[in-house]
């Protein structure tokens, strides 16, 4: 890759939490939730994507680091997992800052009607 388009997305933990609380969360506002829920598919195929890609890269390496050049290019698989990684990030990031300001209401797994308030300025 060349080193003068060098790509980053920084996500945080807290990042990573408040994702995960929107994910979770309902919004009475249809609006709002048709975003929660569209992100929140966009989220998940990041993340399935990402999962195939480590998983095939690191089959990749493992078949490379033993001697045996394997039949897939490497670095092909490298650059796919970059790209996963970089739209995984990026889902997360968006999902972070859509829903940064809004009060979450989470419902609890198990406990029909039982809902939490979030305040979601930090975790």
Avoid: K
């Avoid at 698989?77 to 859509?98: D, K, N, P, Q």
């Amino acid at each position: 890759m060349d080193e003068s388009i060098c790509r980053r997305v920084l996500i945080t933990e807290a990042d990573l939490h408040q994702c995960a609380r929107v994910v979770e969360s309902r919004f009475e506002d249809g609006a709002l939730e048709e975003a929660r829920m569209q992100l929140s598919r966009e989220f998940l195929a990041a993340a399935a994507a990402l999962e195939h890609a480590a998983r095939s890269q690191s089959r990749w390496a493992l078949v490379n680091h033993r001697g045996t050049r394997g039949a897939h290019d490497l670095d092909c698989a490298t650059e796919v997992l970059f790209e996963a990684l970089f739209a995984y990030a990026s889902c997360i990031r968006e999902i972070a800052a859509r829903f940064r300001d809004t009060e979450l209401r989470v419902a609890h797994a198990g406990l029909t009607g039982a809902h939490s308030t979030l305040a979601t300025g930090g975790h």
